[in-house]
């Protein structure tokens, strides 16, 4: 069955930087594109970035643009979000999903909590 | 950015009874527009794609319609599982720009 692990959140100070993780099982990661997807403590959904299979297409919500970046290891089965110059506002659960052939995000993780607090 | 709008924010309905949930885009998104579940603690869970199309696993009372900028989730009959925050999300956009709805909450009356 498809499996999505997220790791690596954690407290991190105003400015700083976080890499998650997220492992990948279950199906053949190098066939999907991947997105990771947040949700600040009680609010809503918000789309942060978003790679194509081989990892040469890549976007950015303008909330993260030029702070995150995104990438993926196909040989390991795994994204990541590398998240520098962190802000208050950037704390959330942070999510990775697949995206589906009709870009949707057909299977989620369980999430890691991101803090950015001083 | 398309901005999505979900009514109403809170649905109180009874077990057994049917719930429409709505979802308004402020421009056309067409019929890309996807509808998730989530309960507390837990992830989304993708339901409808395609405005109208089921995914997989998903029973048959969660339906889904609309196109253009106007969308509904109806679902028939309420079992105590269903009871959870609805959202729905456009993916429209090329290159990618998704956009969620702030959220319909379904509670039991």
């Known amino acids: 069955q498809v499996q999505l692990v997220e790791s690596g959140g954690g407290l991190v100070k105003p400015g700083g930087s976080l890499r998650l993780s997220c492992a990948a099982s279950g199906f053949t990661f190098s066939d999907y594109y991947m997105s990771w997807i947040r949700q600040a403590p009680g609010k809503g959904l918000e789309w942060v970035s978003y790679i194509s299979s081989s990892g040469s297409t890549i976007y950015y919500a303008d909330s993260v643009k030029g702070r995150f970046t995104i990438s993926r290891d196909n040989a390991k089965n795994s994204l990541y979000l590398q998240m520098n110059s962190l802000r208050a506002e950037d704390t959330a659960v942070y999510y990775c999903?697949?995206?589906?052939?009709?870009?949707?995000?057909?299977?989620w993780g369980q999430g890691t909590l991101v803090t950015v607090s001083s | 950015e398309i901005v999505m709008t979900q009514s109403p924010a809170t649905l109180s309905v009874s077990p057994g009874e049917r719930a429409t949930l709505s979802c308004r885009a402020s421009?056309?998104?067409?019929?890309?527009l996807a509808w998730y579940q989530q309960k507390p603690g837990q992830a989304p869970r993708l339901l409808i794609y395609?405005?109208?199309t089921r995914a997989t696993g998903i029973p048959a009372r969660f339906s889904g319609s609309g196109s253009g900028t106007e969308f509904t989730l109806t679902i028939s009959s309420l079992q105590s599982e269903d009871f959870a925050v609805y959202y729905c999300?456009?993916?429209?956009?090329?290159?990618?720009?998704?956009?969620f709805g702030q959220g319909t909450k379904l509670e039991i009356k």
């Open positions: 421009q056309s998104v067409s019929s890309n």
């Open positions: 395609g405005a109208s």
């Open positions: 999903a697949r995206v589906d052939i009709v870009a949707t995000f057909d299977y």
């Open positions: 999300q456009q993916y429209n956009n090329w290159p990618p720009a998704y956009t």
